[in-house]
């Protein structure tokens, strides 16, 4: 069966201009996460959706980030005025459950590819 | 594909020897602990986990030991493979909240390399 898929797969953008980044989740899952991971970093949360309700944004560095999950399937990871610090891979991942803590199953977080972000 | 092994500490192991991988938490009111794998140009990839009451569980290949004394973590890989290459992160969750969000706080990362 399919995976979580992303696209693109990568992106070059000159500094100020704005990017979307796609996330398909696998189908029926609840949860979707973005998570931002630098070069020879572990990924680092960003924000959390349960359905089409964005419950958490926490780890959003700026307001340039804006996620959004309109219909609880798909979901855009925007960033406008970008930075070259925002140069990073950006994963998003899914899973059945409501995102409680928990085991292998229904909280599994299962991770798409990653889109790779460079902004010169 | 793309290297996501730059600057991270390195382990270098032969093939069908055990790989030990160690890790440090921060928060010691995490209460849930995975430990992924994450081979180049791909996301991480679950390989097992474990509750903060229970200090060791096994899988096929592999053993996770829990400290919480110490707030360390090992990842145990028994009959290393070839395949076992890649980046390998531990990650740990605080006890949930109540609001719903299950936010995953990743370590730095191992690189094992395994030698034919």
């Known amino acids: 069966g399919a995976g979580v898929s992303q696209s693109p797969r990568y992106k070059v953008a000159k500094r100020g201009q704005d990017v979307a980044l796609r996330c398909d989740p696998i189908s029926g899952h609840v949860s979707l996460f973005w998570y931002q991971q630098a070069l020879g970093q572990g990924p680092e949360f960003l924000t959390y959706?349960?359905?089409?309700?964005?419950l958490d944004k926490s780890g959003l560095p700026s307001d340039r980030f804006f996620a959004e999950r309109p219909e609880g399937s798909v979901s855009t990871l925007k960033i406008q005025r970008t930075q070259q610090e925002d140069s990073a891979v950006y994963l998003c991942?899914?899973?059945w459950g409501l995102g409680l803590a928990g085991g292998q199953g229904i909280n599994e977080q299962f991770f798409g590819p990653g889109t790779r972000l460079t902004v010169l | 594909g793309e290297s996501v092994g730059l600057h991270l500490p390195t382990l270098s192991v032969q093939e069908g020897d055990n790989s030990i991988i160690n890790c440090a938490y921060s928060n010691s009111a995490s209460d849930y602990f995975i430990w992924y794998k994450q081979e180049s140009g791909k996301g991480p990839q679950f390989i097992i986990d474990?509750?903060?009451?229970?200090d060791k569980r096994q899988g096929q290949r592999v053993t996770v030991l829990l400290n919480k004394t110490v707030k360390h973590l090992s990842l145990q890989i028994a009959a290393t493979q070839p395949g076992d290459s890649a980046v390998y992160f531990c990650?740990?969750?605080?006890?949930?909240?109540?609001?719903?969000?299950?936010?995953?706080?990743f370590g730095k990362g191992t690189k094992l390399s395994v030698i034919p």
């Open positions: 474990i509750r903060s009451n229970m």
């Open positions: 990650a740990e969750s605080p006890p949930d909240s109540g609001a719903g969000s299950y936010q995953l706080t």
């Open positions: 991942a899914s899973s």
């Open positions: 959706f349960q359905n089409e309700a964005q």
